[in-house]
C-alpha cells in the first residue's frame, strides 16, 4: 500500500453560501464486514475463554484476546451468511435507476 493512500478523501467545494470541505470513501464495509464488526463491539469486553484454575480449584476465565475476538467474529459471520444463503434468506436489491 502506497503511502499516499487514504480511504478518505477531502474535496474542497464552493457553494453560492460558503466554502465546504466534503469527504468521500473510497473503501466502505460490506454487509459481512459490517455484521462482524458489530459482533466485535458486543462482545469485545464480555467473550471470555477458560484460563486454568484457582488455587481453590475453580475455574478462571481471561477476556479474549484481539486476535481470538476477530477469528470468533469473522467465523460467526461466515456462518451466519453460509445460512441464510441455504435458506434463501439473501435477497437481491440491486438498483437499476428505472422507476
Known amino acids: 500500500m502506497s503511502d499516499k493512500y487514504t480511504p478518505l478523501e477531502m474535496t474542497k467545494r464552493k457553494t453560492p453560501y460558503a466554502d465546504t470541505m466534503e469527504a468521500?470513501?473510497?473503501?466502505?464495509?460490506?454487509?459481512?464486514?459490517?455484521?462482524?464488526?458489530?459482533?466485535?463491539?458486543r462482545w469485545g469486553m464480555t467473550a471470555g475463554v477458560p484460563d486454568g484454575e484457582d488455587s481453590a480449584g475453580r475455574?478462571?476465565?481471561?477476556?479474549?484476546?484481539p486476535e481470538e475476538l476477530v477469528a470468533r467474529a469473522i467465523k460467526t459471520t461466515e456462518l451466519l451468511f453460509g445460512e441464510f444463503k441455504t435458506r434463501g434468506w439473501l435477497h437481491d436489491v440491486t438498483f437499476t435507476g428505472e422507476e
Do not use: D, I, K, M
Open 24 to 41: 468521500s470513501y473510497h473503501e466502505v464495509p460490506g454487509r459481512e464486514a459490517l455484521f462482524a464488526a458489530t459482533f466485535v463491539e
Open 59 to 65: 475455574q478462571t476465565v481471561r477476556l479474549a484476546t
